[in-house]
């Protein structure tokens, strides 16, 4: 397993990629909204992995919410798995507690599962596979 991407939240997106872009040197090449987990994302490459931002599109947002809590940072970190149900079963079965029974549809054409930061010390860690 890689790390795939790291996930940053953000509040506007409008700022946060045109400085993204500057720092790491490289254009944003893609943007996607995830309707049904309430984010706007825009993605870059850096080498092997990726960077996530994650803007909220309404108040009941996740991503609203932990900027609310902790402030703009580091969201999570994603992991690439071949098998993302062989992955989750071995995780639950070792007493990793997901947050999502059944892989549901990502950005960026991923499955994905989250496991919660309780079980993770304190850090949302996302399980990540190819769609097919
Ligand atoms: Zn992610």
Redesign the pocket.
Known sequence: MKIE?I?IAVKELCISVPLFEQLLNTPCYKTEVVAAEGVSTAFFHTGESKI?L?EATSESSPIAKFIAKKGEGIH?I?FEVENIEAEMERLSALGFELLNAVPKK??DNKL?CFLHPKSTNGVLI?L?QEKK
């Open positions: 991407h996930g996530e994650l999570h994603a990502g950005a994905v996302e990540c």
